[in-house]
C-alpha cells in the first residue's frame, strides 16, 4: 500500500463549478498535509497546508482534513481555466521530516 | 518568500557522461534539502535527503554509486548523475527546509524550477 494514494484522474469540472480533490494516506502517525499544483513540465508550487482536523480556508481553496479517515480532500470553489493542472498531495512522515507524494491527480477545467 | 535556484533547467548529453545539478537557497539557509525524480505522467519520488556536513540519506532503491549528493554548505546541494544512462532521463528536482522556520507542523519546502535531463 502506499503511502499517500490519490486518484489520477483525469478530473474534468465545468468552470465556475467546485472541483473536489481527494488523498487518502496510510500512516497515521503524519501529522501535516500539503497540497500542491504542478503544471506541465514545471514544478509543483504549494497551495495549502493543513495539520489540523476540520476545514481550512484560503480564497477559492478550502482543505479538509480527517484524522480518524486518514483522508485530505481539496476543494476548489469558482473553478477557473487556470485551475487546470495536475494536483499533488502530500504527507509529511512524521519523525523523518521528508514529504511523501501522491501520485497526483489531473484536473481539467472546461470553459 | 524563500527562493531555491537550479541549474541548469536542461540539460542534454551522450550516454556515459556525468551530469551535475546544483540546487541553491539564494536567501535562507538550509541544513536539509531533498532531491526528487519525475518521470513523465508520474509523482515526485524521493530520492535522497541531503544533509550539510554529512552523508546523504538515500531511499530504498536509488543507487548512492550512482547518484552522488554533495552538501558542503548551507546554501547549496550538488546532485551529480554518474555515468548517465538513457533510463537517467527524468525530471530532477530539489527542495530545501528553511532553517529559521522552524520545526511546526508548517514543514513548508520551497521547490527549485527543476532540471530536465536528457540522456541520448
Known amino acids: 500500500q502506499k503511502e499517500v494514494e490519490q486518484n489520477s484522474g483525469p478530473l474534468s469540472v465545468p468552470e465556475g463549478a467546485i472541483a473536489s480533490l481527494n488523498c487518502t494516506y496510510s500512516?497515521?502517525?503524519?501529522?501535516?498535509f500539503f497540497w500542491y499544483r504542478q503544471y506541465s513540465g514545471k514544478s509543483p508550487e504549494l497551495i495549502m497546508f493543513?495539520?489540523?482536523?476540520g476545514d481550512k480556508e484560503d480564497g477559492r481553496f478550502t482543505a479538509q482534513l480527517n484524522k480518524a479517515s486518514q483522508y485530505v480532500s481539496l476543494l476548489i470553489r469558482d473553478s477557473q481555466p487556470s485551475d487546470s493542472a495536475t494536483y499533488l498531495c502530500?504527507?509529511?512522515?512524521?519523525?523523518?521530516?521528508?514529504?511523501?507524494f501522491g501520485q497526483g491527480t489531473r484536473l481539467t477545467i472546461n470553459p | 518568500g524563500a527562493v531555491v535556484s537550479q541549474h541548469p533547467s536542461r540539460v542534454i548529453c551522450k550516454s556515459g557522461t556525468s551530469v551535475k545539478i546544483e540546487c541553491r537557497s539564494l536567501?535562507?539557509?538550509?541544513?536539509?534539502m531533498f532531491w526528487y525524480r519525475q518521470f513523465p505522467k508520474q509523482s515526485l519520488m524521493l530520492m535522497a535527503t541531503?544533509?550539510?556536513?554529512?552523508?546523504?540519506?538515500?531511499e530504498q532503491g536509488v543507487e548512492k554509486d550512482k547518484f552522488l549528493i554533495n552538501h558542503a554548505s548551507l546554501t547549496l546541494s550538488t546532485l551529480t548523475v554518474a555515468s548517465a544512462h538513457p533510463e537517467d532521463s527524468s525530471f530532477y528536482i530539489c527542495?530545501?527546509?528553511?532553517?529559521?522556520?522552524?520545526?511546526?507542523?508548517?514543514?513548508?519546502?520551497?521547490f527549485g524550477a527543476g532540471s530536465r535531463l536528457t540522456v541520448l
Open positions: 527542495s530545501a527546509h528553511d532553517d529559521g522556520a522552524g520545526r511546526s507542523g508548517a514543514n513548508v519546502l520551497t
Open positions: 500512516d497515521r502517525g503524519s501529522q501535516s
Open positions: 493543513i495539520y489540523s482536523n
Open positions: 502530500a504527507g509529511l512522515i512524521q519523525g523523518a521530516q521528508k514529504l511523501v
Open positions: 536567501d535562507f539557509q538550509a541544513t536539509t
Open positions: 541531503s544533509n550539510e556536513g554529512s552523508k546523504a540519506t538515500y
